[in-house]
């Protein structure tokens, strides 16, 4: 089992920055990939960044050069730092955790990119 914890999410003028935190309840090097997953009224859950045990990183298209994925193994967190935020980024922002086949969540975070 892994419960994480969401932190970090708000109200944020366009081309501003919010970072988001993801507190893991086990040390994240057992968790085989972490990530940042976001989902838009009225859209699919979709990938916003991933971070493997080993410290490769993945974006998708939208936020590549804008986001930051990153850890600290020592607090067995991971943060998403946005910057350059649009209103299309706005959406329901999930931790999510992979670890022995099994997908685990968090409880979301809203961002709100509005002027």
């Known amino acids: 089992q892994v419960q994480l914890v969401e932190s970090g999410g708000g109200l944020v003028q366009p081309g501003g920055s919010l970072r988001l935190s993801c507190a893991a309840s086990?040390?994240?090097?057992?968790?085989?990939?972490m990530g940042w997953y976001r989902q838009a009224p009225g859209k699919r859950r979709e990938l916003v960044a991933t971070i493997t045990t080993g410290g490769n990183t993945n974006y998708a298209d939208s936020v590549k050069g804008r986001f930051t994925i990153s850890r600290d193994t020592d607090k067995n967190t991971v943060y998403l730092q946005m910057d350059s935020l649009k209103p299309d980024d706005t959406a329901v922002y999930y931790c999510?955790?992979?670890?022995?086949?099994?997908?685990?969540w968090g409880q979301g975070t809203q961002v709100t990119v509005s002027s």
């Open positions: 086990r040390s994240i090097f057992s968790i085989s990939i």
């Open positions: 999510n955790a992979y670890r022995t086949g099994i997908n685990f």
